[in-house]
């Protein structure tokens, strides 16, 4: 996941997992990119779903208003 990501200077990382909801934070490209929600959605929660099927809930606690450097 992170090496797709990472081509736009991106980075995801695991922040916390508490019962089938998992956490995760951007940075670097991905912190205040337009694009931020759609590659939650459509690219990292469908491969963790497809990986860990009783997942409810990936959440994004980024703060994308301090995003320096965003790639979009």
Known sequence: MNPAIAAHGGMISLVNVEE???YVEMSGGCQGCALSTATLRQ???RMLR???PE???VHDITDHSSG???YL
Do not use: K, Q, S
């Open 43 to 45: 690219g990292v929660e």
């Open 68 to 70: 320096e450097n965003p």
């Open 20 to 22: 089938t909801d998992i």
């Open 50 to 52: 497809e990986a860990i």
């Open 55 to 57: 997942l409810t809930g």
